[in-house]
């Protein structure tokens, strides 16, 4: 059997598998007789997507937008500040208690605060959703650029490099599958901050739509908020590998690589 | 950039190297300069010593050596291993600064930065998210004058450079490859090109064929040796094998165990090109024994400068 053929056929039944899963759902409540008002059936909810779909489309790209814009600016903090503690000791010391106690806060209680200072709406939003994802992207460029091997970085310093050009020519692409493994991880993250502060302090978005769903017992469209998030959560992390493979496939070498490579 | 030992020649090929004039106007290692009238001193270590850590914990790796290497000349250190041969190279490349002496390389204090040295380590150490045409051409990412030029000439003249050595060291057509799809000798012959590519006139090879196996060590002998009489740099070359050492250099310089000094420093009269069956004549085999003897007793010797 030639390796093409195994590959679709692991796809097929991983496929189907999913498949199952949501079938055993619309079976599980059949039997038992389940209300809408627990658990709706998957197929309850499809019903409620289409017929909401205009109504819940302005929604889907606030969503959208917000974790997005503070996906981006989560990334450029994160990779900063991981660059500076990567680098240097005294940022190390310095940086990582406060990062660590930083982030060991709930977000939750800090979306007031955002909201006494921005107001409530977007900016919380997007700033509640930065502070939940750019801590795993320091983590990782941090460790990435402090286990860089020496022997890479006296390629360069034997030429007489600078340490900006160690940095650019060798810390940083070293770091690249650091960077990606935190990308998919972070960008799961930025749509629960999103969510989270939507929920508690807009008129706008997923989470909001969500919560006056809930208050008005309307279970299938708050599945059907939650399937959106799956979605676009999905989605992007999807995005995210497909990047990934083609930037650092020297660190998986993966057999259709070698193809890709040539 | 314009040192005394430094040929600056922008974009020219390795090939017409020797004809450039160094500011003085003198010939940068030509063969057709006598001796006397070389630009004297290439690398100079004049009582340098090194010791790693302080205190109690403190390890002496080098005792004060002075050693001067002329331009164009080829120099092989050896001795027995841990004797400080390695520190002799990070010293000369600005890796190690010295703890007590000086270490001047193309007449500059070596702190300085931007020396055009060139350096390949035992391990080839490849970038591996970067092709094998992209490693051999980093030196001109980083070093003046190409680095400037990088971004304009990186697709052309730096490319053609690049793959004009590749195919001298045999590895025509695997410029595109990645590091992890290349076999160990072959990313040794590519270490040599990143190595050479920015014409460094001074080049530092710490057991660059310690890996290899005998025959495609013996290859790379003869193309280094080829590489030398073109475009004559100043190579300090440190090794453990006496048979490459004999084969490659002009001269040969002989260490003590830990901390070490030179206490051996002696030319190697064969003429060249030299052969490999060259290395199998009694001439060649009784500098061999001598040499052999040597480092034997320098393993065995008492360390007394140790405590000092």
Request: glycine share 8%.
């Amino acid at each position: 059997m030639t390796m093409a053929n195994q590959d679709m056929k692991r796809k097929a039944w991983a496929a189907g598998l999913i498949l199952a899963f949501f079938a055993g759902w619309e079976l599980f409540c059949l039997v038992t007789g389940m209300s809408d008002l627990v658990l709706p059936r998957p197929t309850q909810i499809a019903e409620v997507l289409v017929a909401r779909l205009p109504v819940l489309w302005p929604h889907i790209l606030q969503t959208l937008a917000t974790t997005m814009a503070g996906f981006v600016l989560g990334v450029a903090l994160g990779v900063v500040l991981g660059a500076f503690i990567g680098v240097s000791k005294v940022a190390y010391d310095t940086a990582y208690p406060l990062l660590i106690g930083f982030s060991s806060i709930p977000k939750v209680a800090v979306v007031p605060i955002f909201v006494l200072w921005f107001g409530s709406g977007t900016v919380p939003a997007i700033l509640t959703s930065l502070a939940i994802c750019f801590f795993p992207i320091v983590v990782n460029i941090a460790t990435g650029l402090a286990t860089t091997e020496p022997e890479l970085e006296d390629v360069l310093k034997a030429l007489g490099a600078s340490k900006m050009d160690i940095l650019w020519n060798v810390g940083l692409p070293r770091t690249m599958p650091f960077l990606f493994a935190s990308l998919k991880v972070a960008v799961t993250y930025a749509f629960v901050g999103t969510v989270l502060a939507e929920t508690v302090a807009s008129n706008r978005g997923i989470g909001n739509v969500m919560m006056s769903a809930s208050s008005n017992f309307d279970v299938p469209l708050v599945f059907a908020g939650l399937f959106i998030l799956a979605a676009l959560g999905v989605a992007l992390y999807v995005a995210f590998s497909l990047v990934e493979r083609r930037v650092t496939g020297w660190a998986t070498r993966k057999n259709d690589l070698v193809a890709s490579a040539q | 950039m314009a040192s005394p030992l430094h040929t600056v020649s922008s974009m020219t090929s390795m090939q017409n190297r020797s004809a450039d004039a160094t500011p003085s106007g003198q010939q940068a290692g030509s063969p057709a300069v006598p001796a006397d009238r070389r630009p004297a001193i290439a690398i100079e270590l004049s009582r340098a010593a090194v010791t790693f850590g302080q205190g109690a914990g403190a390890l002496p790796a080098l005792s004060e050596t002075t050693l001067r290497i002329a331009d164009g000349e080829f120099v092989a250190l050896v001795g027995p291993s841990g004797c400080g041969k390695s520190t002799i190279l990070r010293l000369a490349s600005g890796l190690v600064q010295p703890t007590a002496g000086a270490v001047i390389v193309g007449g500059r204090e070596v702190a300085a930065k931007a020396l055009r040295v060139g350096m390949a380590f035992q391990n080839p150490t490849m970038l591996p998210w970067m092709t094998i045409e992209q490693n051999v051409m980093l030196p001109l990412k980083i070093v003046e004058p190409f680095r400037s030029q990088f971004r304009s000439q990186r697709k052309s003249a730096f490319r053609d450079k690049a793959h004009a050595l590749l195919e001298q060291v045999g590895l025509k057509g695997f410029a595109g490859r990645y590091p992890w799809q290349l076999s160990g000798g072959m990313l040794q012959r590519a270490n040599l090109c990143r190595a050479l590519i920015h014409e460094p006139r001074v080049l530092l090879l710490d057991e660059p064929f310690g890996a290899l196996d005998q025959f495609t060590r013996e290859e790379l002998w003869s193309i280094l040796q080829d590489l030398w009489l073109a475009h004559r740099p100043t190579v300090l070359l440190v090794t453990h094998d006496l048979r490459e050492a004999g084969f490659l250099a002009s001269r040969i310089c002989v260490m003590s165990a830990r901390p070490g000094r030179v206490i051996d420093d002696s030319a190697v009269p064969f003429a060249r090109p030299r052969s490999i069956a060259m290395t199998f004549e009694p001439d060649f085999v009784a500098l061999n024994q001598r040499l052999r003897d040597l480092i034997v007793e320098a393993r065995t010797m008492p360390m007394t400068e140790a405590g000092a």
